[in-house]
């Protein structure tokens, strides 16, 4: 079966750095839109970032300027490199790859920025 794993979340103080992964197996992740998304408890699950299969990225408002989406195409792999972290940014980050009529979803990494 076609996966997505994340990796890389943890605690990390405001003001500091983390970079997430998103590795898909049995399938070529280059093919598909790619989208980070959060959740917080208690909120509504949030999308973050996307890269398109063509390399178009865009961000939420409250990433900007901050957060980056990339890709890695010799390790199947997207990344999401996040500075100046804050504590509102605290939630589980999943990724998902997706095109028409296909969905993949990992499992999701915890971010906890605090001090």
């Known amino acids: 079966q076609p996966r997505l794993v994340e990796s890389g979340g943890g605690v990390v103080q405001p003001g500091g750095s983390l970079k997430l992964s998103c590795t898909g197996s049995r399938f070529t992740v280059n093919r598909y839109n790619i989208c980070w998304f959060r959740q917080a408890p208690g909120k509504q699950r949030e999308l973050v970032a996307i890269i398109s299969s063509g390399g178009i990225t865009n961000y939420a408002d409250s990433v900007k300027g901050r957060f980056t989406i990339s890709r890695e195409h010799a390790k199947n792999t997207v990344y999401l490199q996040m500075n100046s972290l804050k504590p509102e940014d605290t939630a589980v980050y999943y990724c998902?790859?997706?095109?028409?009529?296909?969905?993949?979803w990992g499992q999701g990494t915890q971010v906890t920025v605090s001090s």
């Open positions: 998902n790859a997706y095109r028409p009529k296909t969905d993949y």
